[in-house]
């Protein structure tokens, strides 16, 4: 029974996309959060404590807070490492995919954007999630063509003007 409970556990998970090298940088938080952060945590916690009373201890309820997020992040790290997909970016000539710089025309403004998995998407560096509206798409569009995704404002499209796969 226990087999079976676990199993449905694990097909409800979540998986997520990324790179080996996008894993890498996971496992590199995880590792600085569990030997750097955490500790100065508990050390901070272990001085509050000190001070006595913890009932009227500020100190110690900060240090408390603090761990508590450090907990939340380090499980959600854990998750992601234990449930990431390894994806490679495979380049089509001539084809948007995932990892495509992409020029783009939206009314008169020209615009260029990479498409990434959903953890590497970064707006200000221009770098959109291939399962955003505007990311998912450009997917499978080619220079010429028009992608036409919905905006916060209604109806958008973008005209593809040039593919780059860097």
């Known amino acids: 029974m226990a087999k079976a409970k676990n199993q449905q556990l694990d097909a409800r998970a979540e998986r997520y996309k990324m790179t080996?090298?996008?894993r890498t940088r996971l496992i590199e938080a995880l590792r600085t959060l569990e030997t750097e952060e955490l500790p100065k945590v508990l050390e901070a916690l272990g001085e509050a404590r000190s001070y006595g009373d913890l009932s009227e201890n500020s100190e110690y309820k900060a240090a408390r807070e603090e761990q508590a997020q450090l907990d939340v992040r380090r499980h959600d790290l854990e998750d992601l490492i234990a449930n990431a997909v390894i994806v490679e970016y495979e380049h089509k000539e001539g084809e948007c995919t995932l990892g495509s710089t992409v020029t783009v025309e939206v009314g008169k403004t020209t615009?260029?954007?990479t498409?990434?998995?959903s953890l590497d998407a970064n707006p200000f560096e221009r770098k959109i999630?291939?399962?955003s509206p505007l990311g998912r798409a450009l997917?499978?569009?080619v220079v010429g063509e028009t992608a036409e995704y919905?905006?916060?404002g209604g109806k958008a499209s973008a005209k593809i003007k040039k593919i780059e796969h860097i």
């Open 115 to 117: 498409i990434v998995n």
């Open 139 to 141: 997917i499978g569009k």
């Open 20 to 22: 080996e090298s996008g």
């Open 129 to 131: 999630s291939d399962v």
């Open 150 to 152: 919905e905006a916060p």
């Open 111 to 113: 615009a260029v954007y």
